[in-house]
């Protein structure tokens, strides 16, 4: 039997490796990239340790070549990439006389150029067989801009605007294409430990998103039924205002 990949480009720490988690659990191989591979070691063993199976690579999905060398080889060797997760960062906060050509540009490599390399390249392979999934990850940032976040915004604003227009057009070809938008802070230890009294505020009242809980949204989305697909949903802790 061909294996079912789900692939998760950008699986850092949290979310990303929530994500990789609850696909192996359900029965997908799970190929994982990060810009340094050497990361994922934990995750690996995480994974493998409960009996499923687990590619982990160095990746800088910024880099067209790398790309779809990276999507060629998981599709010839390793099997049919059922559900594609876009999860790069790229989170950065200056004032706008501050913001570098360098900084702004790097972002939308991080945030858009990236996503869509890898929804180009998934969509070829994915387009013969009329299925599969591409979900790109959002943020309050996809939805509107805010004080010193030019960079950032208008990488988010732009990766939604990819998801939107890929959907419509790969949707009636049997390839389902989803946003989410994390609108909330993730229970990480970055946050724990760069703001403590937010943080502790906030978990005492279960404000902060788990990641396991989040990945699970991921799943459901590839698992839909094509008659009622979902392409944009947000998600956010009960406390947060929107």
């Excluded at 392979?125 to 591409?134: A, E, F, H, S, V």
């Excluded at 760069?194 to 459901?220: C, H, Q, R, T, V």
Aim: hydrophobic fraction near 40%; proline fraction near 2%; aromatic fraction near 10%.
């Amino acid at each position: 039997m061909e294996n079912k990949v789900a692939l998760i480009i950008g699986a850092g720490d949290n979310l990303g490796s929530a994500i990789a988690k609850c696909f192996a659990e359900n029965s997908y191989t799970v190929v994982a990239a990060r810009r340094d591979g050497s990361k994922l070691e934990v995750l690996k063993k995480n994974i493998e340790d409960s009996g499923g199976i687990f590619y982990g690579y160095s990746l800088d999905a910024r880099k067209e070549g790398d790309l779809i060398e990276f999507i060629k080889k998981i599709e010839n060797d390793i099997g049919s990439i059922e559900v594609a997760i876009y999860n790069v960062g790229g989170n950065i906060k200056f004032d706008i006389t501050k913001t570098t050509s360098k900084k702004y540009y790097k972002t939308w490599e991080m945030a858009t150029f990236g996503a869509f390399l890898m929804g180009r390249e998934v969509a070829k392979y994915m387009l013969p067989k009329k299925r599969g999934t591409i979900i790109f990850t959002g943020a309050t940032a996809s939805l509107r801009g805010g004080n010193g976040y030019s960079a950032f915004s208008g990488a988010k604003h732009a990766k939604r605007a990819l998801a939107q227009s890929m959907a419509r057009e790969l949707g009636p070809q049997g390839i389902h294409v989803a946003h989410i938008i994390i609108d909330g802070a993730i229970d990480t230890p970055w946050i724990k430990e760069l703001f403590s009294d937010f943080y502790k505020e906030k978990k005492e009242l279960d404000g902060l998103m788990n990641p396991s809980d989040i990945a699970k949204n991921y799943l459901w989305l590839h698992q839909q039924p094509r008659n009622a697909w979902t392409h944009e949903m947000d998600l956010r802790p009960w406390i947060e205002k929107w």
